[in-house]
Every structure is written in structure tokens, then in C-alpha cells.
């Protein structure tokens, strides 16, 4: 039976600082990182259970392993994560930059008397309670204020199994989500007794400024809907005319036996090519975009985040970034289509439409929206996401991560509801890997689109 209600009690909020010494400097933000639509903190949360005989025992009753071991790891972790000790300030010309003045994170520890076993099992979003697992809102406070306050905010729930989970507020224009990974990584590292994290952070936001002439050409196209917004179209959009606290949240399960049926809709060639991701978010986007009831002659987008870093992107796509960078290194793909497209065509249509687009992100693409996003950002301008469906792939965020404690990664999702759709890794109920894919919608539309996935999945029960 899942526990529906508990109470964590937790420490007093404190300040962690760097363990040692380090630079105090003032360091420029890159032009994808202080965007207007970066400014904000996105709280997400990491489960952690101890199992089998090769584990320690869970901890005596007094639970004390993140005021001791987790808090001296995170102090290292700032001496080369140095910059998120600091605290953001706007400069003269507009541009974000942090003063890295090592006044540090926030960390609050927590104990709640439950297994971890009581969440669910398998520990499926949306979890229960999840204001329990973060820091309240009293001490982040306004999520869209990112000037002069603490870059991360962390709680550490321990469960009385042994058990743990660890949620955390960042701050979006330091870190994407793979450079909060890298940082979450660097203090399993550190307290599993590595004497320093094994992959090393890289600051370099240089490489994503803006050029000199700009040169918009190559993203232009694509970024055009979102930068009009909904103009063209003449129709509001019921996605950001609905309050936020009216809609409601499902999480959709895909795993061996609904990827099987999904790709049964596909011609062989096209089901050969495409991958789960891309698989799923035309599903997806094609699902909600009926769920919606927009007019045919209306025109969407999908649009999505990919890693613009490491060799496969230098290999695939002649984009240059370096592994260890944990700052915003995005690659934007955006899919146009119009409404009466998507829904009166196939399947398989709008998988072509996601592959496609995906081959047009290059080196030049990439450098072109970071001179666009900065020229809107010069003119006070953000994207509007009007018609448009925002789908995020955080599958691979979380590998193995060990804490030197026996710990298994059992699950991770947001601790809020978001416009934005994200896949997360989980395991289902006959314990297989899985991705639960979130969805927030009207009520009316969230019903049309339960039925349409399960008439394509043809498989209701695990829904």
C-alpha cells in the first residue's frame, strides 16, 4: 500500500561553503545560459535505496549521514564547482555574471519515518509528498528570482530502510540538467572516498557568446513561430490560457511491450532508424495535439533539448563542446507541422517529421540560435511557447550512482507539475527499465488523451 501522507522532520536550513579556499572572481555567464526563459529554478528529486548482501546495514535510528559524510562531499564538490557557491548579479549591459564569493548552497537534512518501499513499488511518478523532499518554499522562495540568493538548494531525506533521497532547487542559468548530473556525480564521488570527482567540471562558457557580427540565418527559420508567438495563428492556445493549478498531471509508461507495439505502427525501414525518444515524443505530440482540439489549419511545434556536448555531437553534428562543461549546452531541435498534419496523418509521418529535423542540428546551427537568443535577450524579448509542446529527455541524466553506501538508484522526476513534458527512467511492475513520460493537460483534454495512447498502445492495463 502506497503511503500517501508523512511529515519529514527536517534540520535547520544551513549554508555549505566550499571546503577550501577558491577564486573569488566574477565570471561572465554564456548567452544560453542567462536567456530569459533560463531564469529559474527547477526542483527535481533523486530515490536511493540500500539492498542485497553486499550492502551495508541501513544506519542506526539516528540518521546521520547527510549532516556528515553527504555535507563534507558537497563542501569538496564546491572547491571545483567553485562558481555555485556564488550568487548571480545582472551587469550594466544586461549580461548575467556570478560573483563567486563562497557564501555556498543551501542544505537541509531530513528524516522521515517510512521505508522507502512505502512510496510505491515500483517508484513510479508522481510521488507522494513530494513537498516533503525539498526544501519548502519559505527557504528557495520565488523560483523565477535568480539574482542574490543561494544557485542550489539541497535536502537530503534519509528513510528509515536506509534508504535516501536527495532533491534539489538549481538555479537553470548555471546548470542545465546535465550539468546538475555532473555536480550530483562530483559528491557521489567525493563520498564514496574518491580523492577528487572523476570527471572534472569545465567552466569555458566563452564558447557559447554570442558572435561578433551575429549571424541568425541557420535558426532563424525554425525559432520563428516561438518568437511571434501565437500571433499568426489568431486563436489562443487553452495550454497557456488554463491556470496551471486547474490541469492535471499523468505519467505514461513505455516500456519493452509498449515500444513493441509503437513500432508495429512504423514501416520496417523507419522503425529500424528512429530511436525510443523519438519515438515516443511523436506519439506523444501527436496524441495531445488531438487531445487539444486545435483547429487543422493551426500550426505546432515540438521542441526539444539534445547534449551539445561530448564526442558523439563533435561526430554526428561538428559541435564542440567539452564533456566536463555544466553549463546550459543545448541543442534546440524544433518540429513544424500544422495541426490537421499531425492528426489526419500517420504515425509514421510524424516520426519522419522528429528524424528530420534532428539532421538539420550543426556546428552553424547551433552558434546561429546562440546569436539569436542573445539579440532577443538584448531587445527584453522571450520565446513564446504558444502551440508549442516542449518534450525533454532525462533518461540518461542519472546513471549509476554510487554514494559508498550500497545505494541503487530505484527512480527521479520533478517535484512540480510543468508545462514541459519530461522522460525519466523507471522500472515497471514486473521490474524492467522503462520511461515514465509526464503530461499536464486540462481535464477534458487529459481524458481524449489516456484513450488515444491506449488505442496505440492497444494495451490499457498498463496505463
Known amino acids: ?20 579556499p577558491t577564486p573569488r572572481d566574477t565570471k561572465i555567464l554564456s548567452d544560453l545560459d542567462d536567456f530569459p526563459n533560463h531564469h529559474e529554478y527547477t526542483p527535481v528529486l533523486f530515490f536511493f535505496r540500500v539492498s542485497g548482501d553486499d550492502h551495508p546495514p ?30 548571480l548579479r545582472m551587469l550594466p549591459s544586461g549580461k548575467l555574471a556570478v560573483d563567486c564569493t563562497e557564501e555556498g ?28 523532499l525539498v526544501c519548502h518554499n519559505n527557504i528557495v522562495g520565488d523560483i523565477r528570482v535568480v539574482l542574490g540568493k543561494p544557485l542550489v538548494f539541497l535536502q537530503v531525506t534519509e528513510f528509515k530502510c536506509g534508504g535516501f533521497a536527495i532533491g534539489l532547487d538549481m538555479n537553470h542559468c548555471i546548470a542545465d540538467g546535465f550539468g546538475l548530473t555532473l555536480f550530483v556525480k562530483a559528491i557521489a564521488d567525493l563520498a564514496r572516498g574518491e580523492p577528487r570527482p572523476l570527471a572534472l567540471p569545465v567552466w ?19 525559432y520563428k513561430p516561438l518568437i511571434d ?20 498531471t499523468r505519467h505514461f509508461l513505455f516500456g519493452r511491450r509498449e515500444m513493441a507495439a509503437l ?34 489549419h493551426r500550426q505546432v511545434c515540438l521542441y526539444f533539448p539534445s547534449n551539445a556536448r561530448g564526442r558523439r555531437m563533435r561526430r554526428r553534428h561538428g559541435v564542440h563542446i567539452p564533456e566536463g562543461y555544466y553549463g546550459n549546452a ?25 528524424c528530420e529535423a534532428k539532421l538539420r542540428i550543426t556546428e552553424e546551427y547551433v552558434r546561429s540560435t546562440v546569436d539569436l537568443l542573445a539579440s532577443l535577450r538584448q531587445r527584453g524579448r522571450a520565446l513564446v511557447f504558444d502551440g508549442v509542446f516542449v518534450v525533454s529527455d532525462a533518461t540518461r541524466l542519472v546513471g549509476e550512482l554510487d554514494f559508498g553506501r550500497g545505494g541503487e538508484w530505484v527512480g527521479a522526476g520533478l517535484a512540480q507539475p510543468m508545462r514541459a513534458t519530461f522522460l525519466v527512467r523507471c522500472r515497471d511492475a514486473d521490474g524492467e527499465d522503462a520511461v515514465a513520460a509526464s503530461m499536464l493537460l486540462p481535464p477534458p483534454a487529459m481524458d481524449k488523451f489516456a484513450e488515444d495512447i491506449a488505442q496505440v498502445l492497444l494495451i490499457t492495463s498498463r496505463l
Open 263 to 296: 513500432r508495429r505502427h512504423l514501416p520496417a525501414h523507419l522503425s529500424r532508424r528512429c530511436t525510443d525518444f523519438e519515438l515516443i515524443a511523436a506519439v506523444l505530440w501527436r496524441g495531445r495535439t488531438a487531445a487539444l482540439l486545435y483547429a487543422a
Open 58 to 87: 541501513p544506519p542506526p535510528p539516528d540518521r546521520k549521514w547527510a549532516t556528515t559524510v553527504f555535507r563534507t562531499a558537497l563542501a569538496e564538490a564546491l572547491v571545483y564547482f567553485y562558481p555555485m557557491a556564488g550568487r
Open 105 to 132: 548552497v543551501v542544505l537541509v537534512a531530513a528524516e522521515a519515518d517510512l521505508r522507502l518501499a512505502d512510496l510505491g513499488e515500483p517508484l513510479l511518478p508522481p510521488f507522494p509528498c513530494v513537498g516533503e
Open 330 to 354: 543545448l541543442a534546440y531541435t524544433i518540429v513544424h507541422a500544422s495541426a490537421g498534419e499531425l492528426c489526419g496523418g500517420t504515425l509514421g509521418h510524424t516520426v519522419e517529421l522528429v
Open 204 to 222: 569555458e562558457r566563452h564558447l557559447l557568446m554570442a558572435r561578433a557580427p551575429p549571424s541568425v540565418a541557420a535558426a532563424y527559420p525554425a
Open 229 to 248: 508567438g501565437g500571433a499568426s495563428s489568431g486563436d489562443d492556445d487553452v495550454m497557456l490560457s488554463t491556470p496551471l493549478d486547474t490541469m492535471v
Open 1 to 20: 500500500m502506497v503511503m500517501k501522507t508523512f511529515s519529514a522532520r527536517r534540520s535547520s536550513a544551513e549554508l555549505v561553503a566550499p571546503s577550501r
